[in-house]
């Protein structure tokens, strides 16, 4: 049974900072890319950040030079470190699992992010 967990979401103060984990199972976690989604409330879920096997990164203009994200195979988790937050970043969360041989594609139960300003 494969298993997205993510975490670390809450409430932030603009220009604030948050760290946000997907815990993978069940999934041979080294071999697929992994993105971060979000998606406001009446908006289309949009790709933020993605990053593949080999560790290449890619992210969406609103969001390059504040979020970073990252993969700890070993751990099989990837992470999101978001970084002077923005009201516009609010949104859910959520972590995706794709391998691009088999079009194999999973997903999380997302985590709410609110910024205030």
């Known amino acids: 049974q494969v298993q997205l967990v993510e975490s670390g979401g809450g409430l932030v103060q603009a220009g604030g900072s948050l760290r946000l984990s997907c815990a993978a199972s069940?999934?041979?976690?080294?071999?697929?890319?992994m993105n971060w989604y979000r998606q406001a409330p009446g908006k289309e879920r949009d790709l933020v950040a993605a990053i593949t096997s080999d560790g290449r990164t890619n992210y969406a203009d609103s969001v390059k030079g504040r979020f970073f994200i990252s993969r700890d195979n070993a751990k099989n988790t990837v992470y999101l470190q978001m970084n002077s937050l923005k009201p516009e970043d609010t949104a859910a969360y959520y972590c995706n699992a794709y391998y691009e041989f088999t079009r194999r594609n999973y997903w999380g139960q997302g985590t709410q992010v609110t910024v205030s300003s």
């Open positions: 069940g999934i041979r976690f080294s071999v697929y890319g």
